[in-house]
């Protein structure tokens, strides 16, 4: 295990009921920007309950946040947020306007020089303005983590950011607010919590039961819980796949041990360039990365076939072939893609995928910092 600091802030309040909170969670009179997307929550009434919870605030709202948040609206949030005296974002919807929520925290103090180069640089916003999340779409964990990955459509790319500040101060969760989502979001928010653990998990075999061990559970939670909350929409069902997503990617199962973010980088610039859900874009890459390295990440395939699967083949190849095709399996039982052939008419261009990590400066991906651009363009090839 490699030293770490853990600090997650944010309090979940998580179940039935729990908007109700608000009004103690912030505090009377502050001024609150409430950030959403394209109108689900008007749908579905979460925003009249905000709205409702905040009546001891002041307000302003910034609706129109897409999926795939994109750098150029932010900006225009951040005009209001400064001329408003913003003093809390309150992120009302899944990943895409938490990201956009926790990004906005960053920039409203930036100003003189532009954001997105100033953050890709490296910078880091001096103060970071207090974020509130309540989530309508579990997926990401975006609701307790540091990360927001933004769209700049005028570069065409689509980036990771992450700031430790702008980790939400409070984030709510109930399971009640996803009985609107429609099969395919349901089936996305699974997929993408299951890679989530996947990328922390499936690396090398270091000293770390705690995390491994913890890892298996979301995978296997994941994998009796994801097609139930597609088929049934159970209670139980909504419960699980929330939590299990939100741990997925809070910072516990990937402390101190190797990670590798690979195929969420390639998705990334896959959903730059061809609009394309982020988990649809994962479980196209996802396998044939499995395949790719499946030498190398042998130990973790067998451990992962055993403890996750219950494969019980004594060759070690063999096992970790198979669980592969129980992943592919899995994600197809989850609606979605594994090979690009699957999403014509569609057609991925190798060497537009490259362009983007090139200019993104993913070059040197995996846990062993081995993925460049070569071993891209074959993982892809293996995905046609
Ligand atoms: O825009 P609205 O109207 O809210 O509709 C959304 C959107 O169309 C809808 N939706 C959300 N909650 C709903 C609902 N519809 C009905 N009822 C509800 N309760 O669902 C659509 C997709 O929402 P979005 O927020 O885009 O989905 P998701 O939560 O999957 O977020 C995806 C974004 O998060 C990024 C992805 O790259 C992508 O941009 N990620 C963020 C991460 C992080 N911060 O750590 C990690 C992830 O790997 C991921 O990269
Ligand atoms: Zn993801």
């Not at 993408?192 to 705690?210: C, G, K, R, S, W």
Request: aromatic residues 6%; glycine residues 8%.
């Amino acid at each position: 295990m490699t030293a770490f600091r853990l600090c997650n802030p944010t309090q979940i309040l998580f179940g039935a009921d729990q908007l109700k909170e608000l009004e103690s969670l912030v505090p009377a009179g502050t001024k609150v920007l409430i950030l959403y997307g394209g109108g689900s929550i008007k749908k579905n009434g979460i925003y009249d309950q905000v709205v409702a919870g905040l009546k001891h605030c002041s307000v302003v709202e910034f609706g129109g946040i897409e999926a795939n948040p994109v750098y150029e609206t932010i900006l225009k949030a951040a005009e209001l947020a400064r001329a408003s005296g913003t003093e809390l974002i309150l992120a009302v919807g899944g990943g895409s306007v938490a990201d956009a929520g926790k990004f906005l925290a960053s920039i409203v103090p930036i100003e003189g020089v532009d954001p997105w180069d100033y953050l890709v640089q490296g910078g880091v916003s001096t103060t970071t303005l207090p974020v509130g999340v309540v989530l309508t779409l579990p997926a990401t964990g975006s609701e307790s983590n540091p990360v927001s990955v933004i769209s700049n459509k005028g570069k065409g790319l689509k980036l990771p950011f992450a700031n430790e500040k702008a980790r939400p101060q409070f984030a709510i969760l109930d399971p009640d607010f996803m009985k609107s989502l429609d099969r395919r979001q349901l089936e996305n928010g699974a997929v993408d919590a299951f890679t989530h653990v996947i990328e922390q998990y499936l690396t090398l075999p270091v000293n770390a039961p705690v995390q491994f061990g913890f890892s298996e559970t979301l995978l296997k939670v994941l994998i009796e819980w994801g097609p139930k909350l597609v088929e049934t929409g159970s209670t139980e069902a909504r419960e699980n796949v929330m939590w299990a997503a939100n741990q997925a990617l809070n910072g516990l199962i990937g402390a101190g041990v190797p990670q590798d973010w690979s195929t969420h980088m390639i998705g990334h610039a896959i959903t730059a360039l061809y609009d394309i859900d982020h988990a649809r874009t994962l479980t196209l890459v996802m396998p044939a990365l499995m395949r790719f390295k499946a030498v190398d990440k042998q130990d973790m395939l067998v451990r992962y076939a055993r403890n996750v699967w219950g494969i019980t083949e004594a060759d070690p190849a063999k096992a970790a072939e198979l669980a592969i095709a129980r992943t592919e399996a899995f994600f197809r039982e989850m609606g979605c893609p594994v090979r690009f052939s699957e999403i014509a008419p569609t057609k991925v261009v190798a060497e537009d995928i490259v362009h983007h990590l090139e200019v993104a400066g993913h070059t040197a991906l995996g846990e062993r910092q081995d993925i460049g651009i070569k071993q891209v363009r074959d993982i892809l090839a293996m995905a046609a």
